[in-house]
């Protein structure tokens, strides 16, 4: 019997829990599915931070390579090598030469052709230069070589060239291809290497 708004024990069958009895269950499943919201949310702002510094680290790692490169090649860079054409109304075709660094370089070769064929020189030592150098043997080398034709149309058309192998003063090799390109070697075996490939694609 029902007294007072209390479930007396001989009315159990029709007792029911009351709304605070059951108010506590629902604020436990409201805050457990809060909690993984903010969980997962969490997840993905960790994730996307983690990826952020990868990539970060990536631009880092990146440029710092570039730098010790550039530091790398500082002295070769400066060291360029061509093929040149005196003015009329001699038309002398010659191998020109600049070191506009204050350091030598060792070990150079210098290679030559033509569709005739291909000739090199090789050079001890080519210490700085104030100016522009003519490389005798080489380019007595290249005249040797000299197909029939105007020089001018020859050199602008791509058919004389020259390449170059050398070690610069921190003992790094390089190579300077017959388009002028810069490439690193780990030694002198693998400079001629890059540069007689360089030369097959000409």
Request: proline share 6%.
């Amino acid at each position: 019997m029902l007294r007072n708004g209390v479930c007396g024990a001989d009315m159990l069958p029709v007792c029911r829990p009351s709304i605070g009895d059951r108010f506590p269950t629902g604020l436990a499943g409201i805050a457990a599915i809060t909690a993984l919201v903010f969980a997962r949310s969490a997840v993905r702002a960790a994730r996307a931070t983690i990826e952020q510094q990868a990539v970060q680290i990536e631009t880092l790692e990146r440029a710092e390579a570039d730098r010790q490169e550039t530091r790398r090649s500082q002295y070769a860079a400066k060291f360029v090598c061509w093929i040149t054409l005196s003015p009329s109304p001699s038309r002398v075709v010659s191998v020109g030469l600049v070191n506009s660094n204050e350091v030598p370089f060792y070990q150079v070769v210098v290679y030559v052709g033509t569709p005739r064929g291909v000739s090199r020189a090789a050079y001890n030592f080519v210490g700085p230069l104030s100016g522009r150098r003519t490389m005798g043997r080489a380019s007595r080398a290249l005249q040797a070589l000299l197909p029939d034709g105007e020089p001018e149309a020859l050199i602008s058309s791509g058919e004389l060239w020259v390449a170059m192998t050398f070690r610069d003063p921190a003992g790094n090799w390089w190579c300077r291809t017959p388009a002028g390109l810069l490439l690193p070697a780990v030694d002198e075996a693998s400079a001629h290497d890059i540069c007689q490939r360089a030369i097959s694609s000409t």
